[in-house]
């Protein structure tokens, strides 16, 4: 078994999964550990009648409620919204809705443009070709010619269609003058080697047999490892040793116990929460940990008094509405949000609550139901989010998981401008969904159980007074560690941060690649 | 007990009179004890909302047992909730009540896969409106 490595990646998810692609070559030994197992989409639940029961249980987003054998505990009693991650190879991707925008450019420049937050060392202009490389490896259909974008370059697959309920939803954004388009989705609506095209059935969130979604481990694993990338699962790292500027060792428990590997280089890819638990004392910049952003989000839901069922269809990857993401004085708060639109859920799902409310038990349940099934329609606003330092990841002075190490704390209220965002957008929201002819609407003002885009605590910046890392995730102080997933963005836009997550760890990983392949050439 | 629970179900999900079956005598006893003790404290929730019902809940009217159910709703809340979920997921899992909810709205009584649903094309005439709005996003050059 390998006991050295020139770079170990820990965390096979989104970030760890494309930054090993892109670093791998030849002579050059990259091992990827991850606590989580494999798992086995072709078998997804969404083959069994009970389907919907996974999503309380194996698939809950919450790991203090699944308790996997990967899940580790997070303390969130300080935290307006509770955890949502999944421990497995791919990561969170495996439980995701595939939702797939791009950060804009002025989200880069918000000190520049609006005043607030900080500039990120690196421009879209940056990241544009890795955006695109990014796109290719998952599989992404959409259409390019955005309005509320830059230009981008042609989508490989055509959108996903829209339904009865997004359609009457677009046509409301019409006439009210707003923008409104198909998402680019991580779901192929075309089909390609060992991936079958959607086939529209909805539940994307608990894994594709097709795997027409995209996931990390669908898209990058085979591709890294014919490139001579090592992962290995069910592999939890407990400990990185340091001497001086230098993790010498990492430290792992596995089957057959525990175990370290030397190393050359540490790449940091277990989200804010995870890379937590391992760097406490390793990195003392006092800013690490703060600053963490979310993506506070409400939900808004119309019911329909026809019955367009609205459960045909990418759960969450239909269309989405720009009109409000970019800061406008009038709007008396900076930055903004996006709605995306959410289809209809399962019948369990919808009786259980959905996106809002439990529906009642007793004499009015079953009116009830048939008023809902299949006749609602939600719009998110995803807020932007400013990085305030009182919003972090800390860890728990006494409590530790099975590991011995200590338990991740998710402290976290939302911002004043948060709150001002989320309340603008469900006006807005709920306009948009009566112009589409809701009968009702309902409001879910804060998911509480919305924490799946943990962003920030470990900022990049060009000046290491004020950040953590560099353009390129390498820790400030530390010779040999970086950190490559959403730890390290400097603000958090108002979009999904899966691409642009994504696109930063490819040109961290090139940017390893050539630095190894330079040394080696002039030795 | 399985009287005690088959009349609790009944009164969580008594049905309509007409198309929906109430959940307990739909026979749904087993299943919902099942699914209970299949979630932490599940198990000890189901026994703890049942041991608090009166001897002689089965016999009451539904407004009585409505009122019954709302106190312990008020005084065990995390219990109820996990019964009322436990209720829901025995309920539309079951076979049967999927075929009602086939009936009546058109979801297939059938898993989402393999067979899924057809992909149309999408429509791109569709974004005429919003092209003819020209570009809205911020240069930072």
Redesign the interface.
Known sequence: MTQTADVVIIGAGAAGLAFAWAVAAPNLKVLVLEAGGFVDQRR?P????????AL??TYNANPNVR?GPADYPVEDNDSAIRPAIFNAVGGSTIRWGAHFPRL???D??RR??DGVAADWPL??ADLEPYFDLNDTMMGVSG?A?D????PRSPRSC?????CPAT?RL?AA??RL?W????SDAAII?RAREGRA???????CGVGC??HARASADVAYLAAAMARGVELRANTTVTKLDRSGGHVTKVRYVDANGPGYVSCGEVVMAGNALGNARLLGGIIDNPLFGKGLMLHPTAIVTALFDD?P?S???AFAAALVS??F??SKKTHGFTGGFQLQALRGQ???TT??GGYGL??P???N???E??AR??RSLSLTVTCDDLPEYVNQIALHKTLTDRHGLAVPRMIYRVGENSQKILEFGIARASEALREAGARQIAVNPLTRNGGFHLMGTARMGADDKVSVTDAQGRVHGMRNLSIIDASTFVTAAAVNPTPTLQAIALRAGTAMREGYSAKRATR | MTHQLTALLDTLLPGDGADWPAAGAHGLAARTTALASGVPNGAEALAAVLAALPTAFDTFAQPQREDVLRRIEAEESARFVAVITATYNAYYTDPAIRDIIERMTGYPNRPPQPEGYDLDPFDESLLDAVKARGPIWRSVD
């Open positions: 997804a969404s083959l069994e009648p009970d389907w919907e029961l309380q249980t308790r804009r450019p002025s880069f420049r520049t443009l421009s879209y259409l010619g309005p509320a974008n830059p055509p959108p996903l269609p829209l359609r677009a954004f019409d003058g923008h409104w388009w198909p609506s095209a959607c086939n529209n059935c909805g539940p047999p097709r019955h069922q459960w045909r269809g720009q009109e993401y970019e399962g019948p369990l009786a259980l439990r529906l038990w007793g004499e349940h079953a009116q139901f048939a099934f299949g």
